[in-house]
């Protein structure tokens, strides 16, 4: 089967990506080893440029009830989104399940085909294309395509494949989370800070359901997630809080460290990195996945010009120019972020200087910027414009 694009990974980026390159006339097919979808909500919505996005693709009333908030911190140091000319709030409480399922619907409606129960294996490049081997359902199999993206997650295979480097840090402090109902545990939406640079997050969702985070020095800083039982979670919150929430029911359970990478090149040849794959972080305020989308929506027009014979010499290249560097900052501002909101009491006196900083606009406006990613301002070269490379 000869496709202009494939994409690996069926999450909210590649979708989008599909999406993107079907609005733009191109033949795409989306590749998923597993099944099904997992129901996982480890994103709880996106940022204010991501929404941007979404409405402009027709998708944000797809989404059912949400509700806007502000995004009004940095690492838990609050800060007042009022005092800024623009809106930067953002989507808050929304499961990433419903954002995979409004984008999975749209794209079923335009014809796209999902692949789950699809693992890629390999690729080869040819003059033309990328001839890409997969493990299926019926077995071995090949389909080539003029591209290749993997939007597969921060354990990449198409990277591996690709042979692109990702140097980054590696773990140290790992993290619990579970999606449970039958029991209501104190919110805590921002988190609460406990002694020894813990902390506890609750956050409610509705119909019963909460959504538990749990981060704690004692746990290995690359937790398995495979074999993570609620029994664990469970017992880790109640040695941090006092609250037992053992008869809860667990929807999902998941673990993971605070490893960061980013990938050397987004693109190589015919292949392309998008998402987690591109740029791991731990989870945060659903940085990684608003980050992710815009990726898909930058890539997802250039592929499409290429694929449909329209893009001028260079524009495939801009991909990386435009998005790595994001990702780069990305990274650090997910560092320095983390630092201020897992850090224990030794932190205290940054907290405090930063609170004093940010009842100054420009300040204020500069992390509101980082949060909501209204503040992503492209190197489009010469010129003095306040709006050059802005959104």
Known sequence: MRTGVIVVGAGPVGLMLAL?????????TVYDRSAAPTGESRALGFNRRAAESLDQRGLLPRLGDFRWGPMGHFGGVRFDLGMLDEDHSGV????????????????AELGVPVRRGYEVTGFRETPDGVVVAFDGPDGRGEDTAAYLVGCDGAGSTVRALAGIDAPGREATRGMYTAEITGVAPRPRPIGERLPGGNMVVCTPMGDGRCRIVIH??????????????????????????GESIHDARAQW????????RLAAEYRRGRVFLAGDAAHEIPPLAAWGLSAGLQDAVNLGWKLAAAVGGR??????????????????????????????????????????????????????????????????????GPGDHPLLGKR
């Open 20 to 28: 993107e390159l079907r609005l733009g006339g191109v033949d795409v």
């Open 92 to 107: 808050l409480g929304l499961s990433q399940a419903r954002t995979e399922e409004a984008l999975a619907g749209r794209l």
């Open 216 to 241: 704690d020095r004692s746990l290995p800083p690359r937790p398995d997630p495979d074999t993570l039982t609620f029994a664990q979670v469970a017992d880790a919150w109640q040695r941090l809080t």
């Open 253 to 260: 359970v998941w673990a993971c460290g605070n490893a960061t």
């Open 311 to 380: 893009a001028p010499d260079g524009l495939l290249d801009t991909y990386h120019t435009e998005r790595h560097p994001i990702g780069r900052r990305l990274i650090r501002d997910a560092q320095a972020a983390s630092m201020l909101y897992l850090g224990d009491a030794d932190m205290d006196p940054l907290r405090s200087v930063l609170s004093e900083l940010v009842a100054y606009k420009d300040a204020a406006g500069h992390l509101a910027g980082i949060v909501s990613g209204l503040g992503i301002r492209y190197d489009m």
